[in-house]
């Protein structure tokens, strides 16, 4: 793994928390960080004609995309990042520009709505415990017809952060939750990366629901099967992702299902309870 591909140098024994993020920017362990725009997004941003687009950048990081969106004219930008000082340098950085807005917080815990979300180093920092979260968080946060655009990795890292994960694992995740307008290995992509991300413009499907809940009582991945068999098979059910963990199961449907169905699916064990996560 090439040194200014690693994002840290410690595994993830450690809670990937607001202190532990802070700390990498209080000692600028910042080996993720290109120092420029990422040219497949650079592109992309080149192509986009609507400047007033409203536009997210969840855990922005330095936020070079900013910049780059301000020069070139946008005037409706939203980032947040989850560590405090990343967040004082950039609030210091673009004061009193009102073409931006700075938040101090986590991404799950945000509400409003966007036409364009921006995905840079922010999916691959995450736990993948959290990547059916990710997936209903971000259909919650974008408009009909919203766009999530930028990049994911297609390989594994020894060291993590950064999680790695291959274009089959994605296509499962955010099936039918969003359709794939691009789906594809970058050709421009930075010298150290070349052929290890894939670039994406996922629309939000706006025909479909997208259901989060928690589950407790499965053990292994043979009862994980199972109980995913077992929702994929209730009608109006198109796709069915439980977290690695198997503590949380994202659903997505053509038409709405209700608590009782799934808990009837699920009867026939007494220690698997479902509940319904609110966001």
């Not at 992509?189 to 479909?208: G, M």
């Not at 994980?224 to 449907?253: C, D, G, R, W």
Request: charged letters at 20%; a negative charge; aromatic letters at 12%.
């Amino acid at each position: 793994m090439n040194e200014e591909m690693q994002c840290c140098v410690v595994t993830c024994e450690k809670p990937l928390d607001k202190t532990y993020w802070d700390n990498q920017y209080q000692s600028q362990m910042t080996g993720w960080d290109l120092g420029e725009v990422s040219p497949p997004i650079k592109a992309y941003i080149n192509s986009l004609e609507n400047k007033n687009a409203s536009i997210l950048i969840p855990g922005c990081g330095n936020t070079y995309e900013t910049e780059y969106l301000l020069q070139q004219g946008f005037s409706n930008i939203t980032v947040i990042d989850i560590a405090p000082t990343l967040v004082e340098k950039l609030q210091e950085k673009f004061a009193n520009n009102k073409n931006i807005k700075i938040i101090l917080g986590d991404f799950f815990e945000h509400h409003n709505k966007y036409d364009i979300i921006i995905e840079q180093t922010f999916f691959c920092a995450l736990p993948p415990t959290l990547r059916q979260k990710y997936v209903y968080k971000m259909h919650q946060l974008l408009n009909e017809n919203g766009l999530l655009v930028g990049l994911l990795f297609n390989r594994s890292f020894e060291k993590n952060p950064p999680f790695g994960g291959s274009k089959e694992e994605y296509e499962k995740l955010f099936k039918d939750a969003f359709i794939f307008n691009q789906f594809d290995v970058c050709n421009n992509s930075v010298a150290p990366r070349q052929n290890t991300e894939l670039f994406i413009e996922f629309k939000k499907n706006s025909e479909t629901i997208v259901y989060l809940y928690g589950f407790q009582g499965i053990t292994c991945n043979g009862c994980m099967n199972t109980v995913s068999q077992k929702f994929a098979a209730i009608p109006h059910i198109v796709n069915v992702s439980m977290s690695s963990n198997y503590q949380e199961v994202l659903i997505v449907s053509d038409a709405a299902i209700t608590l009782k169905d799934l808990q009837n699916e699920i009867a026939y064990d007494a220690k698997y309870i479902i509940t319904k996560i609110n966001m």
